[in-house]
C-alpha cells in the first residue's frame, strides 16, 4: 500500500511545493535588506497551539455542564489569551530588519558562516535561524540596536550553491505559534575542497622539477622561520609572532626564509591518483600550507592556470578555481 | 529546524515546581489524606532531583508508583465518588508528571494539567476570593511557560509579560462572556458531593449553637422592593413536625406526598395580600436541597427561575436538585398574608403528637395551661411569660442534657439556645392541645450599605414554632424573643459572638467587628463579592437574553458574530497601534537617550553641552563645575562611552547599562541636592580650556 502512496505523495508535495516557491518568490522577492512586516511574516499555530485550542473547547464544556459561569469566564480568557499571544508572536519579528552579504566562502564539510546583520527597534527574544535543510542557530535575544548574528551552511562537496532562503521563527510568547519568513538575500556559498592532509609517505609527489618543490626543501619538522620584523600594517594576520606579542614585544612578524628565484607550480597531474576529487582536496591542502608559509606558488589545473604569486587574493583565487574546477571531457 | 534537546533551566524548574505546589494547594480541602501523602512524595521527589539530578528516580519506580496510585484511587473510588475519584486521578497524575519531565510535550502537558486543576477548583467554590486566587495562578502558569521561551534569569520580566498578555486578553474575554451563546448541558456530570453545611434536616436542641459558631456565608439577598424590618425577616428552610422525645423532623408522610405529586400538592393556591416583597436570593452551596423564603410565597413567581422549585404544603420552597454551586433564584412573597390553608386531620394529628411518656412535667403543664387558658393565643402567652420571667439565660454553649432533656431544660439548668425555647415551647402547646410545629431557617441578615443587599451567615441561624390557630392559621411564634429580644431585633450580640470565638480562627473579620476599619473592610469585600456573585455567577441565559434583547432589539446570530468579531478586530487593532507606537517612540538606542536626558538636566543647571564636545571632555568640565559628582559622572561618562564605542556582547551590554542606570540615580539625587550658583558661566570654562 505505502510503495503505492509515497510516490503520488511525493509527486504532490513536490508541485505544492513548487508553487509555494513560486508563490513566494512573488511575495517576498529576493533584496539585500529586508524589513520584516505583515507583508513578509507568517504564523500559524504549532501543534501546542492546536491543542491548547481543543483544551479551551474542553473547559467551555465543563463549564456548560456544570453550568458553571466562573470556568466559563475561564474558558473565555484562555480562548482570549490564543488571539493576544498571536500578536505578541507577530509583534516579535515584525520592524527587525536584516541585510545580509551575498557572498560567503569555506571549505567542505565545515560550516560556513554567512553573517547577518540584524537591526531592532527594541527587544526580542527567542529567534532562530537556519538556511533550507541546514543547521539552526538560535539566538535567545535580539537587543535592541544593532547585532550580527552568523548562521551556518554545511556541505559535502565543493561547488558554488546557493543556500536558498533564509527561514527566521520564533515560538515565542508561549509556544502557541510559530512565527516565521523566509526571506531570500540571493546568497551564493563557494565551497572549496575539503583540506585532506598530504604526507609524503603515502604518495609519489615529487612536484614538478626535483630542486623547485617547497615541500622536498623542507624537511618535516624544521621551521623556514628566518626572521622578525617589526609589523607593517597590511601583512597577514597569520603571520603575526603571537607569542613575542605576548609578551610584550610589540607586534612582529615572522618572515620566512624564502627560497628566491624558485617559483613553485602546484599541478594537479602530480598529485596522486586517488580519483579527481580526492586530488582536489590534496592540492587545497597544498594551497593552504604554501600561502601559510608565504611561500610563492602557482596552481596549474590541466585547462586553466593561475600564475605564481602569493598574497591574499590569489589564495582566494586559488581556492575558487579548485571550487569550480570541472574537468573538460 | 533542528531537534533541540529538551532542558528547562533551573530558574524555570523552580517555579514550575512552586506552581504544581500551589495549584494542588487550592485542591487541599479536597483531597484524602493519602493522597497529599503521595502528591508531597512526587513533589519532594521532583525536588531533591534539581538538588542533585544524579538521584533522578528509575522508570520503574515511578511506574510502580503510578500503578500503586491508580489502584489505590480505584478502590477508593466507591467511597469518593464520580468527582473526586477524577480529581484525585488528576491531582496524582498531575504530580507524577513532574518526576517525568524528558520532552517538550511533557511540558506542555503539565502546564496544560496545571490549568485544568485551576479549573477544577472552580467546579468547588466561585468566590471573588478564590477566583483572583484562581486569575493569579493561571497567570503564573502562564509564565512558567513562557519562561522556557525566553530564557532570562529573573522571574520578574517574563512574570510582567504574561500579566501583560492575560490583562489585554480579559477585554474579549468579558465581550465573548457577554455575548457568546449560553448553551445548555450536553450531558449530566458528577457534581460535588461535599458534607452538606448549613441546617440539616432534623434538629436536636444544641445543633443550632454549633452553627452561630460558624461566620460562613449562608445566602446573600438583594430586595428590589423595599427590605421588611430586621423583625420580620424569618427565612423558612424546613419544617419539622415530627418529634421523637429527642429530636425533631420532617413529617414523613408530607415527604410521601412530595414524591407522589411534584407540581402542586393537590392544595389551594395560597391566598395572597398585602404589599408584595421582590427579591432575589443568591444562595451559597449547602449541598441540600432546600431553599430560603419569606412567607407567603407567590408561587407564579418560582416559574421563572432558571431551575425548578416547588413550594411544599408547608409554605417552604424547594430545588429538585441539591445546591452544589452558587445559585440564585427570584421569589415574590406576601408577608402579611396568613397561613390558612385548611388543615387537614391527618395534619392536625401529625402535629399534636408527642411521645407518650416523654418529658412528663411539661405534659403535665400543658395540660395544666389547657385548663387555665381556654383561648389558644393566651395559652401561647403564658408560656412566654414563663420564659420572660424565670430566669431564662440565652446561651451558645448550654449544659450538656440527659433523658428528659426539654423537662431538664425547663426546670432546672434554663439555660439554652433558640432550638431548647422553641422546642419546649411546641412541645408544651401540643401538650395542651394545640396543633404545632418547629420551624428552622434564618433570622435577619447583615445590611450592606455599599451594594444594598442582605448577607445571611450561618450565625443567623435560627429555630422557631408555629402554632395553628383556628381562622387564622398557622401563627409565628418566636419564644427567643421572650428570653433574648435582641436576638431578633438585631442579631447575635457581640458578647454571644465573641464566646462563640468563630471557631477560634484568628484570620476571620467577623471575629473583629468591634473595630470600625476592619468591619467597614469587610462589609466592602462582601459587597465585591456579593456584585461578582449577582453580576458574574448569577449571568444565566435568561439574563443574557434580556440583556441582550435589550441592547440590540431582536436577537440574531449574526448581530452576536458581529459583535465578537468586531470585538476581536478592535482589539487586534488596538494591540497592533500600541506596537507601532512603541517600536517608534523608543530611539534606537537607549543608553544616547538615557545620555542625553541627564545633559537636559545639567543644561537647567547651567552647564550645556557643545555638539561637539567628546563626552570625556565634558565629564571633566562637569568634575570641575561640581566637584561631588566627580567619582559618579567619571564612571557614568566610561559606560556611556563602551556602550557606544565599544563592541560588547549583549550581556556585557546589559551590566553596564544596569550600572549607568545606577549612576544616573545618584546623579540625580546628587544634583537635587545641590545648590547652584548660576553667576558663573558654564561656557567660560569651556572657552578657556
Redesign the interface.
Known amino acids: 500500500m505505502a510503495t503505492f502512496v509515497s510516490p503520488i505523495k511525493g509527486f504532490f508535495s513536490r508541485i505544492i511545493n513548487k508553487r509555494f516557491n513560486r508563490w513566494l518568490k512573488r511575495r517576498i522577492p529576493p533584496a539585500s535588506q529586508h524589513k520584516l512586516s505583515n507583508r513578509n511574516i507568517f504564523i500559524m499555530p504549532s501543534r501546542?497551539g492546536f491543542?491548547?485550542l481543543i483544551?479551551v473547547v474542553?473547559?467551555f464544556?465543563?463549564?456548560?455542564?456544570?453550568?458553571?459561569?466562573?470556568?466559563?469566564?475561564?474558558?473565555?480568557?484562555?480562548?482570549?489569551?490564543f488571539?493576544?499571544?498571536m500578536?505578541?508572536s507577530f509583534?516579535n519579528l515584525?520592524?527587525i530588519a536584516l541585510s545580509a552579504d551575498k557572498k560567503a566562502a569555506g571549505y567542505a564539510n565545515t560550516q560556513i558562516a554567512f553573517p547577518i546583520q540584524i537591526s531592532s527597534?527594541?527587544k526580542r527574544?527567542?529567534l532562530?535561524f537556519?538556511f533550507d535543510d541546514q543547521?539552526?542557530f538560535?539566538l535567545?535575544?535580539v537587543?535592541?540596536?544593532e547585532?550580527t548574528v552568523y548562521v551556518s551552511c554545511h556541505y559535502e562537496n565543493r561547488g558554488i550553491y546557493s543556500p536558498g532562503r533564509l527561514k527566521i521563527?520564533s515560538?515565542?510568547?508561549?509556544?502557541l505559534f510559530i512565527t516565521w519568513t523566509r526571506i531570500d538575500f540571493e546568497q551564493q556559498c563557494t565551497v572549496y575542497p575539503e583540506t585532506t592532509p598530504f604526507s609524503k609517505s603515502n604518495s609519489n609527489f615529487t612536484g614538478s622539477g626535483k630542486e623547485n618543490s617547497f615541500l622536498e626543501n623542507s624537511k618535516p619538522g624544521i621551521d623556514d622561520f628566518f626572521e622578525l620584523k617589526r609589523h607593517i600594517p597590511g601583512e597577514p594576520f597569520s603571520r603575526i609572532a603571537w607569542k613575542q606579542f605576548a609578551r610584550g614585544q610589540g607586534r612582529l612578524t615572522k618572515h620566512y626564509h624564502q627560497q628566491q628565484g624558485t617559483t613553485c607550480w602546484l599541478k594537479l597531474d602530480d598529485m596522486p591518483d586517488h580519483g579527481i576529487e580526492k586530488q582536489l582536496q590534496y592540492l587545497c591542502f597544498l594551497v593552504n600550507e604554501y600561502n601559510h608559509a608565504g611561500q610563492v606558488f602557482g596552481l596549474a589545473l590541466g585547462q586553466d592556470n593561475i600564475a605564481p604569486s602569493q598574497g591574499e587574493y590569489h589564495f582566494k583565487q586559488c581556492l575558487v578555481a579548485l571550487a569550480i574546477y570541472t574537468k573538460l571531457p | 529546524?533542528?531537534l533541540?534537546r529538551f532542558k528547562l533551566s533551573p530558574q524555570n524548574s523552580w517555579t514550575l515546581l512552586v506552581c504544581q505546589c500551589l495549584n494542588l494547594l487550592l485542591l487541599v480541602n479536597e483531597l484524602t489524606g493519602w493522597m497529599l501523602a503521595i502528591i508531597s512524595l512526587c513533589l519532594s521527589g521532583r525536588a531533591l532531583t534539581l538538588i542533585k539530578p544524579v538521584l533522578k528516580p528509575h522508570r520503574i519506580i515511578i511506574l510502580l508508583l503510578a500503578c500503586s496510585g491508580c489502584l489505590a484511587i480505584a478502590l477508593s473510588g466507591r467511597e469518593l465518588g464520580v468527582l473526586l475519584s477524577m480529581l484525585h486521578l488528576l491531582c496524582f497524575a498531575y504530580s507524577l508528571k513532574s518526576l517525568e519531565l524528558n520532552s517538550r510535550k511533557d511540558f506542555?502537558q503539565i502546564i496544560?494539567l496545571g490549568?485544568?486543576m485551576?479549573?477544577s477548583v472552580?467546579?468547588f467554590s466561585?468566590s471573588l476570593f478564590i477566583?483572583v486566587v484562581?486569575f493569579c495562578l493561571?497567570v503564573l502558569n502562564?509564565t512558567v511557560?513562557?519562561m522556557?521561551?525566553?530564557?532570562t534569569k529573573n522571574l520578574k520580566k517574563p512574570l510582567i509579560?504574561?500579566g501583560k498578555?492575560?490583562l489585554?486578553?480579559?477585554?474579549?474575554?468579558?465581550v465573548?462572556?457577554v455575548v457568546?451563546p449560553?448553551?445548555?448541558?450536553?450531558?449530566?456530570?458528577p457534581?460535588a458531593k461535599s458534607a452538606q453545611t448549613g441546617l440539616s434536616e432534623s434538629v436536636t436542641p444544641g445543633d443550632i449553637a454549633n452553627l452561630a459558631r460558624s461566620s460562613a456565608l449562608a445566602f446573600r439577598v438583594n430586595f428590589s422592593t423595599s427590605i421588611p424590618p430586621y423583625n420580620q425577616l424569618y427565612w423558612r428552610a424546613m419544617v419539622m413536625g415530627d418529634f421523637d422525645g429527642r429530636t425533631w423532623q420532617q413529617s414523613k408522610n408530607r415527604r410521601l406526598n412530595n414524591k407522589t405529586n411534584s407540581t402542586n400538592f393537590n392544595l389551594e393556591i395560597p391566598k395572597l395580600m398585602g404589599t408584595q416583597t421582590r427579591y432575589q436570593v443568591i444562595a451559597e452551596p449547602s449541598y441540600q436541597n432546600w431553599l430560603f423564603s419569606l412567607a407567603v410565597v407567590d408561587p407564579k413567581s418560582l416559574t421563572a427561575n432558571q431551575f425548578s422549585i416547588l413550594q411544599l404544603p408547608n409554605y417552604t420552597i424547594k430545588s429538585s436538585k441539591p445546591i452544589s454551586?452558587t445559585t440564585s433564584y427570584q421569589v415574590t412573597s406576601y408577608t402579611e398574608s396568613l397561613l390558612n390553608k385548611s388543615l387537614s386531620d391527618s395534619e392536625r394529628l401529625t402535629n399534636l403528637r408527642i411521645p407518650s411518656g416523654s418529658n412528663p412535667k411539661l405534659q403535665a403543664q400543658g395540660k395544666k395551661l389547657n385548663l387555665a387558658y381556654p383561648d389558644e393565643i393566651q395559652r401561647a402567652q403564658a408560656i412566654l411569660d414563663i420564659i420572660r420571667e424565670q430566669d431564662f439565660y440565652y446561651t451558645l454553649t448550654p449544659p450538656l442534657l440527659s433523658g428528659h432533656e426539654l423537662d431538664q431544660f425547663f426546670y432546672q439548668s434554663k439555660k439554652g439556645f433558640c432550638v431548647h425555647y422553641a422546642s419546649v415551647f411546641t412541645f408544651v402547646m401540643r401538650a395542651s392541645g394545640i396543633p404545632a410545629r418547629l420551624v428552622t431557617g434564618y433570622l435577619g441578615g447583615e445590611y450592606n450599605k455599599q451594594s444594598d443587599h442582605l448577607s445571611i451567615y450561618q450565625y443567623d441561624a435560627h429555630a422557631w414554632a408555629e402554632i395553628w390557630v383556628e381562622n387564622k392559621g398557622w401563627l409565628r411564634v418566636d419564644p427567643t424573643s421572650a428570653v433574648n429580644p435582641e436576638r431578633i431585633e438585631s442579631g447575635l450580640s457581640q458578647s454571644l459572638q465573641q464566646d462563640a470565638l468563630f471557631n477560634n480562627d484568628l484570620l476571620n473579620l467577623h471575629r473583629y467587628k468591634h473595630l470600625a476599619w476592619v468591619n467597614t473592610l469587610r462589609l466592602q469585600l462582601d459587597a465585591l463579592d456579593y456584585q461578582w456573585a449577582r453580576l458574574?455567577?448569577?449571568?444565566s441565559s435568561k439574563r443574557q437574553y434580556d440583556l441582550l434583547t435589550q441592547w440590540f432589539g431582536d436577537l440574531r446570530a449574526w448581530k452576536t458574530g458581529t459583535v465578537i468579531g468586531g470585538s476581536?478586530v478592535l482589539?487586534?487593532l488596538i494591540?497592533?497601534l500600541v506596537?507601532i507606537n512603541?517600536?517608534?517612540n523608543?530611539p534606537?538606542?537607549?543608553w544616547l537617550a538615557q545620555y542625553q536626558q541627564l545633559l537636559s538636566v545639567l543644561k537647567t543647571k547651567g552647564l550645556e553641552k557643545p555638539a561637539t564636545m567628546p563626552a570625556s571632555q565634558y565629564s571633566s568640565l562637569v568634575t570641575q563645575r561640581f566637584p561631588s559628582l566627580s567619582i559618579n559622572f567619571i564612571a557614568y561618562t566610561q559606560c556611556f562611552e563602551a556602550l557606544m564605542y565599544q563592541e560588547l556582547t549583549?550581556e556585557q551590554?546589559e551590566q553596564r547599562l544596569t550600572e549607568m542606570n545606577q549612576y544616573q540615580k545618584q546623579i540625580k539625587t546628587q544634583l537635587k541636592k545641590l545648590k547652584i550658583s548660576p553667576s558663573v558661566p558654564s561656557q567660560f570654562h569651556y572657552l578657556g580650556k
Open positions: 501546542f491543542v491548547y483544551f474542553l473547559l464544556l465543563l463549564a456548560t455542564n456544570y453550568q458553571n459561569n466562573a470556568i466559563m469566564l475561564l474558558s473565555y480568557l484562555m480562548a482570549s489569551v488571539i493576544t499571544t500578536m505578541h509583534f515584525s520592524g527597534p527594541n527574544v527567542n532562530n537556519c543547521q539552526a538560535h535567545p535575544q537587543i535592541q540596536g547585532q521563527w515560538e515565542y510568547s508561549l509556544g | 529546524m533542528s533541540e506542555y496544560l490549568i485544568f485551576l479549573a472552580l467546579i466561585q477566583s484562581v493561571l502562564l511557560l513562557l522556557y521561551f525566553c530564557s509579560q504574561s498578555t492575560v489585554q486578553s480579559i477585554p474579549l474575554a468579558i465573548l462572556f457568546f449560553r448553551l445548555s448541558p450536553f450531558w449530566q456530570v457534581s454551586q458574574v455567577l448569577g449571568y476581536l482589539m487586534m494591540m497592533w506596537n512603541k517600536s517608534k523608543k534606537l538606542v537607549k549583549p551590554k
